[in-house]
């Protein structure tokens, strides 16, 4: 069973630089065709993507972000973690970790995902 | 950036009824589609994928279709676990998968 848990800050101050990690089992990011990404939902608003990462270290990131966000993997840990610099009130809302297995194409299993709050 | 509308934004269903929902892109994603159920306070469920293909564990009440820019989910009969919001996404090309503005399923 593939689960998948988000944890970091519940708040952050402006400015700050945003560390979550995405902590996963029953699967092994070194495994041919399996990514993980992450996806954030404002309050009342849409999903948005955000970066994903592939089993080879492939890295894609939402070209509007880009320039503000990192993802990285460890495989021993089963984690990724995603850094977004220099936060706003407008990075306020739920990120989700999601396993992404290529032959779906698309996200086939989300952690709860976890409350995050900018705010001074 | 491919543009995902969803419709309607509402939709108010009695149990037991049919619910279909509409989602429109605007350029073509070819059967790259899937459609996502979020519930409060549980994670988001994939429920199709391919525009077509039911997820695993899905129930067969739960059905997609369509190609190109439009797609519809039928829920064929509504179950009380089954008033959510769905979203639709596109996962066409990288870097932009995009997400509909989501169709909330509530009680009539």
């Known amino acids: 069973q593939i689960t998948l848990k988000e944890s970091g800050p519940t708040l952050v101050k402006p400015t700050q630089t945003l560390t979550l990690t995405c902590n996963f089992s029953g699967f092994s990011l070194s495994t041919s065709a399996v990514g993980v990404g992450w996806i954030r939902q404002p309050p009342g608003k849409a999903l948005e993507w955000l970066a994903l990462i592939y089993w080879d270290d492939d890295k894609r990131y939402s070209p509007s972000l880009e320039s503000r966000l990192t993802i990285t993997k460890d495989t021993s840990k089963n984690q990724v973690v995603l850094t977004l610099t220099n936060m706003d009130p407008v990075d306020t809302g739920t990120y989700y970790c999601?396993?992404?297995?290529?032959?779906?194409?698309?996200?086939?299993?989300w952690g709860r995902g976890t409350a995050v709050t900018v705010s001074s | 950036e491919i543009v995902m509308t969803q419709s309607p934004a509402t939709l108010s269903v009695s149990p037991g009824e049919r619910a279909t929902l509409s989602c429109r892109a605007s350029q073509s994603v070819s059967t790259n589609l899937a459609w996502y159920q979020l519930r409060p306070g549980q994670a988001p469920r994939l429920l199709i994928y391919g525009a077509s293909t039911r997820a695993a564990d899905i129930p067969a009440r739960f059905s997609g279709s369509g190609s190109g820019t439009e797609f519809t989910l039928t829920i064929s009969s509504l179950q009380s676990e089954d008033f959510a919001v769905y979203y639709c996404q596109h996962y066409n090309h990288w870097p932009m998968w995009t997400f509909g503005q989501g169709t909330k399923v509530d009680i009539k």
């Open positions: 999601v396993h992404i297995n290529m032959w779906v194409g698309s996200p086939d299993v």
